[in-house]
């Protein structure tokens, strides 16, 4: 991958931070569309009740199924960059994306002046009269509507699944209508299948295409495919959306973050053969020396146009250089009944294979084709690694050795964009967390696009995956019958699209949503969906028996408790799901924490609340096109709830501000805090120095310390670098030790303060980071001994000290 995939250079990181006149829109217009001749449509069974109705959260939708974009031919696949890197566009497949500027028209009350009686979804509609919204973009960043955060209350009266403003008007359930026209690709409107597909919307939609009615779907952060083959046709078409900011769906999206409305991800159309592979489940099974196994594709073939005919569907892994390691094929018949077939197909006696780890995160590439004859008519591919998780004795394993997750809780927040995150910032949060130590995310608490699970497979990353379910406010939603649909629903369509990701080890079933029978029926979903394969599922409910989790699992809790825990909590490892809260000057007590993680025989790891501060910039400068940042001073006006309406919820002013808790800056640059936590989060102990003898501990689970590491050390007298020089770090295997003599020549004395400060540093250029970059650093203080020998303070009252004043301890971020 090129260069600016990996970084972020100065002109790339900084530009969206001071202009958003590009996005910029002014207020709600009140010209209608222009009404012209009418056009036969079909019957829309879409009624608003269905937005104020829990068991009605979906109409049309195709089932969910793992992400694959296809393509007509093996070679076209492999000539595309999204084969390497599948979270870049894809620019030679049957594809086609439809972000990009669209019409727009904003409506402040969803039961008065809706665009509906304006038939904007016509196909013949005329909607020049529209100012134009990027899409992917929440309309609160270009100056539609208020920005609303809220941690616990909702935006509107708390009585499911109705949707009713406060009193004092605040928010009545504003409506975006959205339209843009494309050109279908040449060939797509005969033999083929067509899908729409949106990765995102808050909170509810209602598609149309040309005219006809496509179908419905609630869930801010659920992937939507609708069929439109027979609704396209050749040459110009167009879409439109109806966007409701709220719906009974939103009672379950009271996560602790800003709300906003609008088509915040990626909106695209897909082709394939009438008669096609619609998922593909990928499974492995590995020795106990983990480099030996075998490989099991499940295939479903879809026949919705119940066509005869016969397939021949073949496998092939590639290694993580791209060679081919083997093949396999089966035929496959499919009669005028036959809506659905599944296929599985093997690939045994692997030998040779080289697992997958956050340390080491080797990638094979699973290619699927499907033929008729000879001639292939779909190719798409994923990337796999083998891999096992495994819970015994109350601690976790991967691939047989024990390991710490070294976590962070994550939004999705941009402080120009909203909640649309663009690939170059999704980069730039994966290789900060990579430089910092960071191995592990909970995707708090929402599922990501499917393109930041690539990132965490391709650089390394381990994943809790968890389901956009938190009633934080409502508790009584989880063990009420009529909802369970919807938790599930929201649950499976996470575990579909994303269980083939070697980076998700765990399954979230939500967050911060009491208990009940609809977790039950999530946490056996679950289950059910991923037999054969490790599935091992979270839900910090521990105070609810917890019947539905795998792990005992906290949230805050102080030094005292956690002691507590140290041979794990309900029998079960504990997790601590949400720790070391980061706002203002925090994590200074992070140290305490991994000391006792590290010493137990049942604590498996944690993660920070948060990762980024949630500000986002002041929208009125954005809708005025005014400069995002102080020109005199450099500072960003970002904004917080503080800034905008307050909510009468009875949570007013408290949480103003509480979005503000995160280790990096909302604009992605490094802290003093991100140094804490890359210093405590390091694979490495400096265990002593003394007589110029060093004593290095490895932490790594699978990594010896000198295949990717070397050491430099660098001698300061009053401050100021006397001596630098580096050695190679002998062969340390994990959870071994080593000494390591430092030739170091200045002499000390007692006329100065002398101290040497090591570095670990890469050997060689990553994905992530560049050749040297510095992993784990540590400083000791040299004296005079009588026969010239240095020593150094015992490390723990080092730390003491550094506890009460941070002002000696060098690190570098």
Known sequence: MKQKHLFWGAAVALTFLFSASAIAQPRHTKKKVKKVVETKVDVCPFTDKWVEDETKFEDRKEKAHATFVPYSSTATMQKDDYFKFPWLTPKHANYLLLNGKWKFHYTADWKQGKPEKDDFWADNADVSSWKELQVPLNWEMAGYDVP?????????????????????????????????????????????????????????????????????????????????????????????????????????????????????????????????????????ALNKDYTSGNLNVDLTIANAAKEKSEKTLEIELLDPQGKSVAKQSAQVAMTAKDAQKNCRLSIDNLTGLKAWTSEQPNLYTVIVRQKAGDQEEMVFSTKYGFREVTIKDKLVYVNGKRVFFKGVNTQDIHPLYGHAIDVETMLRDV?????????????????????????????????????????????????????????????????????????????????????????????????????????????????????????GSDMYPRIEVVKKQMNGLNDKPYFICEYAHAMGQA?????????????????????????????????????????????????????????????????????????????????????????????????????SFYSRVLTLKNKCAFTNLADIYDLSYEVLRNGVSVEKNQVAIPSVLPDKTCDINIPYTTAVDDKAEYVITFSLILKKATSWSKQGYMMAQQQFKLSAENAGSTSVADPTSYRKTMASCQLSRRRAS
């Open 587 to 687: 994590v200074g007590n992070l140290q305490e924490y991994w000391d006792l993680i590290e010493a137990s025989t049942g604590i498996t790891g944690g993660c920070i609340w948060d990762w980024v501060d949630q500000g986002i910039y002041d929208t009125r400068r954005i809708r005025k096109g005014l400069p995002l940042k102080d020109p005199k001073t450099g500072l960003h006006y970002y904004t917080s709830g503080y800034d905008y309406t307050k909510m009468n919820n009875g949570y007013r002013g408290f949480q103003g501000d509480f979005m503000s808790n995160g280790i990096i800056t909302p604009g992605r640059e490094w802290t003093a805090k991100l140094t804490e936590v890359k210093y405590v989060y390091r694979d490495v102990n400096f265990e």
């Open 431 to 551: 290789i900060l967390m990579k430089q910092a130590n960071v191995n592990t995310v909970r995707t708090s608490h929402y599922p990501r696009q499917a393109k930041m699970y690539a990132m965490f497979d391709y650089y390394g990353l381990y994943c809790m995956n968890e389901a956009d379910v938190e009633c934080h406010n409502n508790h009584s939603l989880s063990n009420n019958p009529t909802w369970r649909a919807t938790y599930v629903d929201r649950t499976e369509r996470m575990v579909l699209r994303d269980r083939n990701h070697p980076s998700v080890v765990f399954w979230s079933l939500g967050n911060e949503s009491g208990g009940g029978d609809n977790f039950q029926a999530t946490y056996d979903k679950i289950k059910e969906l991923l037999p054969g394969r490790d599935a091992w599922v979270h839900y910090e409910g521990y105070k609810h028996g917890a019947k539905y989790s795998d792990f």
């Open 148 to 284: 609303v955060y809220n941690n616990v209350g909702y935006p509107f009266e708390n009585k499911p699944p109705f949707i009713t403003a406060f009193k004092d008007n605040f928010d009545k359930n504003p409506v975006g209508s959205y339209r843009r026209n494309f050109n279908l690709p040449e060939g797509w409107e005969t033999g083929k299948r067509v899908f729409l597909h949106f990765d995102g919307a808050c909170s509810a939609i209602v598609v149309w295409v040309n005219g006809k009615y496509a179908g419905y779907s609630q869930g801010a952060n659920t992937d939507a495919d609708f069929d439109v083959t027979n609704l396209v046709r050749k040459g110009d078409n167009n879409v439109s959306v109806r966007v409701y900011r709220w719906s009974d769906g939103s009672y379950l999206e009271g996560q602790d973050m800003w709300h906003l409305g609008g088509i915040h991800r990626d909106v695209y159309l897909v082709a394939t053969p009438k008669t096609f592979v619609a998922d593909h489940y990928i499974t492995s």
